[in-house]
């Protein structure tokens, strides 16, 4: 298996065998206002990449929300950021966009266009299927492909693993 849970980050040897991409996978996404969108802007730049994947229905998304954002204000100036990923479709683009309006975030959200692809391309990256939301994804600055974590993520995980392996 490629990545490990971030729940289990501090226990974590650095996943050396872990591959770095030449070009993020491509999840079939958009911005918000429908344009062609990738993960490559972020992955593989030199930052530590949170992607969170959320849905418009998912209550766990919204409570883990704030803390997410925290984490990206906190480190976006310096080592990491945060991306995320709505999985509902670009054409649910007005009930994404209501739920960014709750809880606004100073990170990047953008849409799956179709859940179908995203989940394949998903399982192709994580060697292992896309279970629900949240789900994240934490690339290293190069873009190597770190944990994969259902469910919520404790931010101070993150922060220790970054920590740890400063260059991933």
Known sequence: MIAKSLSSLLLAISLASAPAFAKAPDLGLLTTSGAPASLDRWVGKGKWVLVMFW???????????PSIIEF????????????????????????IKEKMREIPASYTDLVAEDLGLMAANFQIAADEPFRGTPT????????????VNPGPVRLQALEDYMAR???G
Do not use: M, R
């Open 165 to 167: 392996f400063p260059n």
């Open 72 to 95: 990206h204000n906190k480190h976006k100036n310096n080592d990491a950021v945060v991306v995320g990923v709505a999985i509902d479709g670009i054409d649910k683009i007005a009930s």
């Open 136 to 147: 994240y994804w934490f690339f290293s600055p190069k873009g190597e492909l770190k944990a």
């Open 55 to 65: 849905a418009t229905t998912c209550a766990i998304c919204e409570q883990n929300k």
